[in-house]
């Protein structure tokens, strides 16, 4: 681990600990992982929000940070799931 990846991590647990919320969610497009294909849990939620909708979502081509995207579109739309 180099210098500058442990100053990254002091910085983000000092932001955690202070209540700094601005971080808590990154956006997908800059995941480490959001190249990787989509998990079978977003692929199988992406599947009941979409059917739901009335679309077709072609599951098996979606990276994660595409699927997140579409599952957060989708839950926006959606009248049955509403954030709390």
Do not use: C, F, H
């Amino acid at each position: 681990m180099d210098d500058n990846t442990t100053q990254n991590d002091q910085q983000d647990n000092q932001s955690a600990a202070s209540g700094d919320q601005s971080n808590t969610q990154k956006d997908p497009s800059k995941w480490v992982t959001g190249d990787e294909p989509a998990t079978g849990a977003q692929k199988s939620y992406l599947e009941t929000l979409a059917n739901e909708a009335g679309e077709d979502i072609p599951l098996d081509e979606l990276n994660k940070a595409d699927a997140s995207k579409k599952i957060d579109e989708l839950r926006d739309e959606s009248d049955r799931v509403q954030d709390q």
